[in-house]
């Protein structure tokens, strides 16, 4: 057992203790920035669409197609859509 005093032995195993530790905690920190990251694109992706179909909207209104019960029909309709078109996922 005096390789267990052996101070080479010591370093390494604490290197490679803090070597995977410091890994651990670095990527529980990415996958908790990267869930953050997904919410926030979420939110701005419906923010948009909502913000496509007001600009529909007064297009339409503009060129005399809109009635009065269209109004906020294709807002509600893009913004409802967010996050239904995304990929398949396996």
Same mark, same amino acid.
């Given at each position: 057992?005096? !390789?267990?005093? #052996?101070? !080479? !032995?010591?370093?390494?195993? @604490?290197?490679?203790?803090?070597?995977? %530790?410091?890994?651990?905690?670095?990527?529980?920190?990415?996958? @908790?920035?990267? =869930?953050?990251?997904?919410?926030?694109?979420? /939110?701005?992706?419906?923010?948009? &669409?909502?913000?496509? %179909?007001?600009? =529909?909207?007064?297009?339409? &209104?503009? =060129?005399?197609?809109?009635? /009065?019960?269209? &109004?906020? $029909?294709?807002? #509600? /309709?893009?913004? %409802? $859509? &967010? %996050?239904?078109?995304?990929?398949? $996922? $396996?």
């Amino acid at each position: 057992m005096s !390789f267990l005093r #052996n101070p !080479f !032995f010591l370093l390494g195993t @604490y290197v490679s203790a803090l070597t995977a %530790g410091s890994t651990y905690l670095l990527r529980a920190q990415i996958d @908790y920035i990267q =869930e953050e990251h997904e919410a926030r694109m979420d /939110e701005l992706e419906g923010t948009l &669409r909502g913000h496509i %179909g007001l600009i =529909e909207e007064a297009l339409d &209104r503009l =060129e005399g197609t809109a009635t /009065e019960a269209d &109004r906020g $029909k294709k807002m #509600n /309709e893009y913004y %409802g $859509k &967010r %996050g239904r078109d995304e990929k398949q $996922k $396996k």
